[in-house]
């Protein structure tokens, strides 16, 4: 077998992914290339592939409470970004699209990390920088493969998942590995294998946040589980993920930089409640200087909610901004936080009748975010209530993180919790109605051109 470097793989993780037959392997690599061979080169990969960016930007899009004006749509150049805003039929028009390609760039990267640790020695073997490496690939595959799903296929139905289309699934760099989309349930069962074995191998502590650690890992099968509808697991492993430690801010305790409330974290470092750093893909549209929050949204935060002070600040040309980024920046944080994993296992109890811890849960998540003086906990014995209330705080708690999309979609069968959004352009007003075909992204022009899979309906 011919052994590329990685660089050459990457560059054509496209290929890969549409299993396209383009004379690629004739290509020579540089000589410069290096095939990595040790353990301490494949974490150079894995620390690599951490640092793209995630496949959020059109969930961000369509999904986050944010608005534009008229005119900032209508200077919009990349027409997916104007056509996703609104949920059109057409998104893409032939224009490139990173979701995807990210998306399985990330895996090829896992892939090939995966094959060459294979191959390696038994000196290395069963060490800890071996087991990290391992465990890194498992966990940004497992990742890729969720967030593809949510961008790319139906919502996750028990009754149907197992005829619903799928992915490509790739476990191998092999670009000439034929293309066709296997069930939803083969996804979700490739990434929950991933992450558990991911899991097994990580360790608690990590140098830098954008390394999963076990945590990161425990609380990613939560999410997913909590996606499944099945919050007997969500609870188990958000219970894992709590387990290890890690502490939430206080932000009575935090002062607030400028321009962005953590640049004093500057990418996640010194954040006690990151668990897992990752980066949103960086659209236009979602800029500070054309994006603001949507008012309705705003005015949710209670006045002693100190989020409304360290997420928002006036904009020049009215309403308010998002300055809250993890990342310390105007980047995008849409990693996993233990916020947000102390919000899915209160939701998994109030779901399973535990109504008592479920409000120590969220209420211990409101004392980290509420000035001290006058605060009262939440008190309900209503479970409806207090899911309710959960699912308030997820929104204000993961607010422009990639997570709403995925929310609205899970609980579009339920009639308590189902939404529409509406946007308005030009006077002109467009909606997302509970369960509907657009809450599934077409997949890009360019992939079905290559690969002839089946397009999703629109």
Same mark, same amino acid.
């Given at each position: 077998?011919?052994?590329?470097?990685?660089?050459?793989?990457?560059?054509?993780?496209?290929?890969?992914?549409?299993?396209?037959?383009?004379?690629?392997?004739?290509?020579?690599?540089?000589?410069?290339?290096?095939?990595?061979?040790?353990?301490?080169?494949?974490?150079?990969?894995?620390?690599?592939?951490?640092?793209?960016?995630?496949?959020?930007?059109?969930?961000?899009?369509?999904?986050?409470?944010?608005?534009?004006?008229?005119?900032?749509?209508?200077?919009?150049?990349?027409?997916?970004?104007?056509?996703?805003?609104?949920?059109?039929?057409?998104?893409?028009?032939?224009?490139?699209?990173?979701?995807?390609?990210?998306?399985?760039?990330?895996?090829?990267?896992?892939?090939?990390?995966?094959?060459?640790?294979?191959?390696?020695?038994?000196?290395?073997?069963?060490?800890?920088?071996?087991?990290?490496?391992?465990?890194?690939?498992?966990?940004?595959?497992?990742?890729?493969?969720?967030?593809?799903?949510?961008?790319?296929?139906?919502?996750?139905?028990?009754?149907?998942?197992?005829?619903?289309?799928?992915?490509?699934?790739?476990?191998?760099?092999?670009?000439?590995?034929?293309?066709?989309?296997?069930?939803?349930?083969?996804?979700?069962?490739?990434?929950?294998?991933?992450?558990?074995?991911?899991?097994?191998?990580?360790?608690?502590?990590?140098?830098?946040?954008?390394?999963?650690?076990?945590?990161?890992?425990?609380?990613?099968?939560?999410?997913?589980?909590?996606?499944?509808?099945?919050?007997? #697991?969500? *609870? +188990?492993?958000? $219970? =894992?993920?709590?387990? @290890?430690?890690?502490? %939430?801010?206080?932000?009575?305790?935090?002062?607030?930089?400028?321009?962005?409330?953590?640049?004093?974290?500057?990418?996640?470092?010194?954040?006690?409640?990151?668990?897992?750093?990752?980066?949103?893909?960086?659209?236009?549209?979602?800029?500070?200087?054309?994006?603001?929050?949507?008012?309705?949204?705003?005015?949710?935060?209670?006045?002693?909610?100190?989020?409304?002070?360290?997420?928002?600040?006036?904009?020049?040309?009215?309403?308010?901004?998002?300055?809250?980024?993890?990342?310390?920046?105007?980047?995008?944080?849409?990693?996993?936080?233990?916020?947000?994993?102390?919000?899915?296992?209160?939701?998994?109890?109030?779901?399973?009748?535990?109504?008592?811890?479920?409000?120590?849960?969220?209420?211990?998540?409101?004392?980290?975010?509420?000035?001290?003086?006058?605060? #009262?906990? *939440? +008190?309900?014995? $209503? =479970?409806?209530?207090? @899911?309710?209330?959960? %699912?308030?705080?997820?929104?204000?708690?993961?607010?422009?993180?990639?997570?709403?999309?995925?929310?609205?979609?899970?609980?579009?069968?339920?009639?308590?919790?189902?939404?529409?959004?509406?946007?308005?352009?030009?006077?002109?007003?467009?909606?997302?109605?509970?369960?509907?075909?657009?809450?599934?992204?077409?997949?890009?022009?360019?992939?079905?051109?290559?690969?002839?899979?089946?397009?999703?309906?629109?």
């Amino acid at each position: 077998m011919k052994i590329l470097s990685y660089t050459v793989l990457c560059a054509v993780a496209l290929l890969a992914v549409a299993g396209c037959r383009s004379g690629f392997l004739d290509v020579k690599p540089d000589k410069r290339q290096v095939v990595p061979v040790t353990v301490d080169d494949l974490q150079a990969m894995m620390d690599n592939a951490s640092s793209f960016v995630t496949t959020h930007g059109l969930n961000m899009i369509g999904g986050e409470n944010y608005l534009v004006s008229d005119s900032h749509w209508e200077l919009l150049s990349y027409i997916y970004q104007k056509q996703a805003y609104i949920w059109a039929d057409d998104i893409y028009e032939n224009q490139t699209v990173n979701d995807w390609n990210t998306g399985y760039k990330k895996i090829l990267y896992a892939n090939t990390v995966l094959e060459r640790a294979a191959m390696l020695g038994d000196g290395d073997r069963g060490s800890a920088s071996y087991d990290n490496v391992v465990g890194m690939a498992c966990f940004i595959r497992g990742t890729a493969y969720y967030q593809l799903a949510q961008t790319f296929c139906s919502p996750y139905d028990p009754m149907t998942v197992s005829a619903d289309l799928g992915l490509p699934l790739r476990t191998l760099p092999d670009i000439d590995q034929h293309s066709a989309r296997a069930s939803l349930d083969a996804v979700y069962t490739l990434l929950i294998d991933d992450l558990k074995r991911a899991a097994a191998l990580l360790p608690l502590q990590q140098v830098v946040p954008q390394r999963p650690n076990r945590a990161a890992a425990y609380g990613m099968l939560a999410k997913v589980y909590l996606t499944m509808q099945d919050e007997e #697991q969500a *609870f +188990v492993y958000a $219970d =894992e993920a709590i387990s @290890l430690g890690g502490a %939430l801010l206080d932000y009575n305790t935090v002062v607030p930089a400028v321009p962005y409330t953590f640049s004093g974290m500057l990418n996640g470092q010194g954040n006690t409640e990151i668990l897992y750093a990752s980066y949103g893909l960086l659209e236009n549209i979602l800029n500070a200087t054309r994006a603001f929050v949507n008012p309705d949204l705003y005015d949710r935060y209670d006045a002693m909610d100190l989020r409304k002070d360290f997420f928002f600040a006036e904009r020049k040309a009215g309403g308010h901004e998002f300055i809250g980024s993890y990342l310390g920046n105007s980047g995008i944080f849409t990693g996993l936080t233990l916020a947000e994993v102390l919000l899915i296992r209160a939701e998994a109890q109030v779901r399973r009748g535990e109504g008592e811890a479920a409000l120590r849960d969220l209420n211990t998540l409101r004392r980290h975010r509420y000035q001290r003086v006058g605060y #009262q906990d *939440f +008190v309900s014995v $209503d =479970e409806g209530e207090i @899911l309710r209330e959960i %699912l308030s705080e997820r929104e204000k708690e993961c607010y422009y993180r990639g997570v709403r999309w995925e929310d609205i979609r899970r609980l579009g069968g339920s009639p308590d919790h189902a939404i529409t959004v509406v946007r308005t352009v030009n006077n002109i007003r467009y909606e997302l109605a509970p369960q509907s075909k657009r809450y599934v992204w077409p997949i890009p022009d360019d992939v079905i051109r290559l690969s002839g899979i089946q397009q999703n309906e629109r």
